[in-house]
C-alpha cells in the first residue's frame, strides 16, 4: 500500500484521494488515460505503439461493442446511471431525430440498444450462477498502483473491477459467440486484465472470474483462470512495457518501427 503515487506526467496523488477521483469517469478515462496506463493501453501498446500515440493523443471512436458493453453493465451494476441515459425511440442513427438528440445531448442511445442490454441483463439476473457472484459484493472499484517492467522501472496502472469483495474478482462480458469465448478472450488480451487487475487488489489469479453473456443466445458462461492464462498476462504486459519504455521512455523513433517476417 502506498501513501502516494506518481503518474506519467510527474503528477503526484495521494491514493486515497485519487480513488475517490477515480469514481467519476471523466477524470477515470479522461486524465487518467493518458496519465496512466491500463489493460486497454497495454492491449493498444501490444498491437502498435503508433496506434497507442494516436489514442491516447486523440481518443479512440467509439466503436458498437463498446457501447453495448457499457449499457450491458451499467444496466446491472449501475441501474441508476442506466435509467439516467437519453434514449431515442429511432429506426437508425442517421435519422434526423438521432442527430438532433446527440447535437443537445451528446451521449444517446437508441431504443434498440436499450431493449438489447436489458434483454442481456435480465438473461444475467434470472441465472442463479451469474448471480451468485455479484451477490454481497461491490461494483464498480478503482484501484491504482505500480507493475514493474523487466528493466526494474515501476509504472502506474489504473483498473475498476466490475465486481470485488474479499474473496473475488468478477469481470463482466458481453459476447457474440460465448462457444469461441476461451478463444477471443486470448484474441482480444483478457489475459493482460487478469495480471493488471491481480496486481492492482492484490487478488491470486484463482480468485478472478470471467462471466459473459452471448448476445445472440442469452447464454451465460462463468470462466476460472488458468496459471498459464494469468502467466500470459504477465509476459504480453511485460513486452508491451518494453515497447513502452523504448518509443516513449528512450524515445525510438516511431516511423522506423516494422514488423518483419516470413510467409
Known amino acids: 500500500y502506498m501513501d502516494t503515487i506518481e503518474l506519467l506526467n510527474g503528477e503526484r496523488f495521494k491514493h486515497d484521494e485519487i480513488l475517490e477521483l477515480m469514481k467519476d469517469d471523466e477524470f477515470y478515462y479522461g486524465y487518467l488515460g493518458k496519465a496512466a ?11 502498435s505503439p503508433k496506434k497507442y500515440k494516436y489514442v491516447t493523443e486523440y481518443g479512440s471512436p ?10 450491458f453493465h451499467t444496466c446491472i451494476l449501475e441501474s441508476d446511471v442506466f435509467n439516467s441515459q437519453i434514449f431515442v425511440d429511432v429506426q437508425s442513427k442517421n435519422t434526423k431525430a438521432y442527430k438532433l438528440a446527440k447535437e443537445e445531448h451528446g451521449k444517446v442511445f437508441t431504443m434498440k440498444e436499450k431493449k438489447d442490454a436489458e434483454r442481456l441483463a435480465d438473461a ?3 441465472n442463479e450462477h451469474a448471480l451468485q457472484l455479484i451477490t454481497d459484493c461491490e461494483f464498480e472499484v478503482p484501484a491504482i498502483g505500480y507493475i514493474t517492467a523487466r528493466s526494474g522501472e515501476k509504472y502506474p496502472f489504473r483498473g475498476k473491477a466490475d465486481v470485488l469483495d474479499s474473496y473475488r474478482i468478477v469481470d463482466l462480458k458481453s459476447t457474440s459467440d460465448l462457444k469461441a469465448f476461451p478463444y477471443s478472450s486470448r484474441k482480444y488480451g483478457y489475459m493482460c486484465q487478469v495480471y493488471i487487475y491481480c496486481e492492482l487488489f492484490n487478488k491470486p489469479y484463482d480468485t478472478f472470474k470471467f462471466c459473459a453473456v452471448d448476445k445472440n443466445s442469452c447464454d451465460v458462461g462463468i ?9 500470459l498476462g504477465k509476459e504480453r504486459v511485460l513486452d508491451a512495457l518494453d515497447t513502452y519504455e523504448t518509443f516513449f521512455i528512450n524515445a525510438a523513433d516511431l516511423d522506423s518501427y516494422c514488423i518483419k517476417g516470413t510467409l
Request: no cysteine.
Open 223 to 231: 470462466y476460472d483462470i488458468s496459471e498459464d492464462f494469468y502467466n
Open 124 to 126: 444475467f439476473l434470472r
Open 62 to 71: 467509439s466503436s458498437q461493442a463498446l457501447r453495448d458493453g457499457w449499457l
Open 37 to 47: 496506463l491500463s489493460s486497454s493501453s497495454i492491449k493498444l501498446l501490444l498491437d
